[in-house]
């Protein structure tokens, strides 16, 4: 099992990786006086753009653990009825 949690934690150490480095890059463009006029809308138009840059690699995170879920469960199962 721990195979299976660790290929899951290098999957989504990457994506995150790639989230990350494009998030830093919208923090150096945030304008400030955006912000202060309208903080909720502006951090909502932020937010919904990075969402929507970002799709593939939701899409991949979910998918990578929808994946490991599926694989515990079969261990589980295999366990429970007594075949290694």
């Given at each position: 099992?721990?195979?299976?949690?660790?290929?899951?934690q290098d999957q989504?150490?990457?994506?995150?990786?790639?989230?990350?480095?494009?998030?830093?890059?919208?923090?150096?463009?945030?304008?400030?006086?955006?912000?202060?006029?309208?903080?909720?809308?502006?951090?909502?138009?932020?937010?919904?753009?990075?969402?929507?840059?970002?799709?593939?690699?939701?899409?991949?995170?979910?998918?990578?653990?929808?994946?490991?879920?599926?694989?515990?469960?079969?261990?589980?199962?295999?366990?429970?009825?007594?075949?290694?």
């Amino acid at each position: 099992m721990s195979n299976n949690i660790n290929a899951l934690q290098d999957q989504l150490d990457g994506l995150t990786e790639d989230v990350k480095a494009d998030a830093d890059l919208i923090l150096e463009q945030i304008d400030i006086e955006a912000l202060l006029n309208d903080p909720v809308n502006y951090i909502r138009e932020i937010a919904v753009e990075f969402v929507s840059q970002h799709e593939i690699e939701i899409q991949r995170g979910i998918n990578s653990g929808h994946r490991f879920a599926q694989k515990i469960l079969k261990e589980i199962k295999r366990a429970d009825t007594g075949q290694s």
